[in-house]
């Protein structure tokens, strides 16, 4: 670690590295893109179109198609007449199909990255290590399920529901369609994709290798727009099922628009999860878990600790480490291999960060951040630690999605899970521990979805994901991720 000696103290400074940018020649930016209909790109009916951004940098990537609802219904048609071949074909003959799907994006995986680096603004290291290789782990993984649907759920026999409309947030472009799109395929349905209005391009260019795997035409369509075009998607009467992935704000409003049709309907939706830090956990360790927890992918992720509970006979020395720790994050350009925090995705989030942030101060937070310089350009914020906070706060209740974590303390197991519990969020929690009796019980009486024992944000494709209470219903992943997608 290089310290400041100049002044004769030994504070600690950022890690200086060298630049190491990842090239980004490797993607071949389009101009303009059209919809991704029947397996062609075709123009919008309105030719209407908007553009997307670098968030680091405000620079434009390129205009995409605006889908209207005369769009939405030929991409509808295209999935209801593809349907009656692809629900007909044998299930290993499907997963071929998944298979190449993987394939190809092993072979492309470093244009994905950086081009969802570009697109989103999250760290390529991200992209790199985790956001395209899992995507390629869900495809292959559901490939593996394709064919043996009947083990999957013994005794019944499974049958595809028919044209999934699927609608997926900015904050994982890629792998949220991945996570979409291959159960639906691997049951025999076929889609209908609505990506978010800022994160469009992966979801474009993963149209190039459907058209490159020879996927019959229609089975999966890719229709760009804003959240009206979601709303079409949402209520054209010849969809049979509904997966949602955004804010449980526009998932109510999902709810109640398909309540009383034949529609199904799976809803992922937000968070506000506990990461609790009990006296006897490898503290170390769990400063790292910690901010893993809140500050990887700029906290957008609706499963990010975001409220850390900590024992109270150690929150000064957690809270002291935490502090040290995030000034040794590097933020800035998302294409350099040594970033560690990202831009934020778009204005309006930045200032919705920035505008719970101020209530937060204004309800008596005390705020601490770190004195990195920040790019003139683009959309930045800081890795923020709150502290002071009660349950009462305002930023201990909402989801603020982005790199701010709230600090609370707690002094029993007990009032440890009362706390978690004491929201209306159930997506996730995390907690850290060296006693096993400690952690299960825990687990056993959190409301969450997916519970992390002394580690934080694990994915898996063989792992169930999904919510309790107003974090949504239904399960993406494993052989539950099957089960929204089949009827009996
Ligand atoms: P959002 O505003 O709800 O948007 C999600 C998607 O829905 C986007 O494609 C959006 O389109 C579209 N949409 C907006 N209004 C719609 C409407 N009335 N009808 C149909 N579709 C509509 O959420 P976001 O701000 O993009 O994403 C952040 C939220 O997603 C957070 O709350 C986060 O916790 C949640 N999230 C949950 C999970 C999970 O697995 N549980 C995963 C990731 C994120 P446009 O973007 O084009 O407006
Ligand atoms: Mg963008």
Redesign the pocket.
């Known amino acids: 670690m290089r310290r400041n000696r100049q002044d004769g103290q030994s504070a600690p400074t950022a890690w200086a590295y060298s630049p190491a940018p990842e090239p980004r020649a490797i993607v071949k930016l389009q101009p303009r893109y059209g919809l991704f209909i029947n397996g062609a790109f075709v123009e919008p009916h309105s030719g209407r179109y908007f553009t997307t951004l670098n968030p680091a940098t405000e620079e434009v990537l390129a205009e995409v198609a605006y889908a209207e609802a005369e769009d939405v219904d030929r991409a509808v048609r295209a999935a209801r007449h593809a349907y009656e071949h692809w629900s007909k074909l044998p299930g290993k003959e499907r997963a071929k199909y998944l298979f190449r799907i993987a394939r190809l994006l092993q072979e492309r995986a470093r244009e994905f990255a950086v081009l969802e680096s570009l697109d989103n603004g999250k760290p390529i290291r991200e992209t790199r290590d985790v956001d395209i290789p899992l995507t390629i782990a869900h495809f292959f993984y559901y490939a593996g399920w394709a064919d043996k649907l009947e083990y999957a759920f013994q005794g019944r026999t499974p049958r595809p529901l028919g044209v999934a409309g699927q609608?997926?947030?900015?904050?994982?472009p890629l792998l949220?369609a991945a996570?979409k799109i291959a159960p639906a395929l691997a049951t025999g349905n076929t889609v209908v994709l609505?990506?978010?209005?800022?994160t469009p391009l992966t979801a474009l260019l993963l149209a190039e290798v459907l058209q490159q795997a020879e996927l019959p035409p229609g089975v999966v369509n890719i229709i760009t727009?804003?959240?009206?075009?979601?709303?079409w998607?949402?209520q054209h009467p010849d969809v049979d099922k509904i997966a949602?992935?955004?804010?449980?704000?526009?998932?109510k409003?999902?709810q109640k628009?398909v309540a009383g049709t034949r529609k199904r309907l799976t809803?992922?939706?937000?968070?506000k999860a506990a990461h609790v830090i009990f006296e006897d956990a490898a503290i170390d360790q769990a400063v790292e878990g910690i901010v893993n927890g809140i500050y990887f992918n700029q906290g957008?992720?609706?499963?990010a600790g975001s409220r850390l509970l900590v024992q109270e006979s150690i929150a000064d020395l957690v809270i002291r480490k935490l502090k040290r720790r995030i000034q040794l994050l590097r933020i800035g350009d998302p294409l350099d291999k040594n970033t560690d925090v990202g831009a934020i995705n778009s204005l309006p989030?930045l200032q919705k960060i920035e505008r719970l942030v101020q209530v937060g101060m204004q309800e008596g937070a005390e705020i601490y951040q770190p004195d990195c310089p920040l790019p003139e350009r683009g959309y930045w914020y800081r890795p923020t630690i709150l502290t002071n906070v009660s349950m009462a706060h305002t930023v201990a209740r909402e989801?603020i999605?982005g790199p701010v974590l709230s600090v609370l303390t707690f002094r029993t197991p007990d009032e440890a899970v009362q706390i978690a519990n004491n929201i209306r969020y159930g997506?996730s929690a995390g907690v850290w521990t060296n006693k096993g009796s400690r952690y299960l019980e825990f687990a056993a009486r959190v409301k969450a979805g997916v519970v992390w024992c002394n580690t934080y944000n694990k994915f898996d494709p063989t792992s169930p994901?999904?919510?309790y209470k107003e974090?949504?219903f239904g399960r993406?992943g494993g052989v539950h991720g099957l089960l929204p997608y089949v009827a009996f």
Do not use: R, Y
């Not at 609608?167 to 994982?172: A, E, G, L, Q, T």
């Not at 957008?300 to 499963?303: E, K, L, N, R």
């Open positions: 609608i997926i947030p900015w904050n994982f949220m996570w609505k990506p978010a209005e800022t727009g804003d959240g009206q075009t979601g709303a998607l949402v949602f992935t955004g804010s449980t704000e526009v998932g409003l999902i628009a809803l992922e939706l937000g968070g957008h992720v609706c499963c989030q989801e999605f997506l994901f999904g919510g974090s949504g993406e």
